[in-house]
């Protein structure tokens, strides 16, 4: 290996990890709580991080599943030539 080779800072990835926390709902809500007690409580560990944001893309999947199998049903029960399902169709193809 090239010593050359190019490598990531620890400060690249304290900024990535930051990054990565404002994305995530659960670290962005423990953020503002801590910002507002202490701003020298320890950052989350990057393999936490990187759990939570596993277990966050997996719920999120989860959830549009979910919206999928909710408009398959209400397509099938819906009067294909009614307003809503006009609208539908236009959401669809938006």
């Known amino acids: 290996m090239s010593s050359t080779r190019s490598r990531i800072s620890e400060e690249d990835i304290n900024e990535l990890i930051s990054m990565l926390q404002s ?23 990057a393999a936490k991080l990187l759990k939570e944001t596993c277990n966050y893309i997996k719920s ?22 009614s307003a809503e399902a006009e609208l ?7």
């Open 23 to 45: 994305l995530l709902p659960e670290t962005r809500h423990r953020r503002r709580r801590s910002s507002s007690s202490s701003s020298s409580e320890p950052r989350a560990s």
């Open 60 to 81: 999120l999947h989860q959830e549009i599943d979910d919206l999928s199998d909710r408009l398959a049903e209400l397509i099938t029960t819906m009067d294909m030539n």
């Open 88 to 94: 539908v169709r236009s959401l669809l193809h938006s």
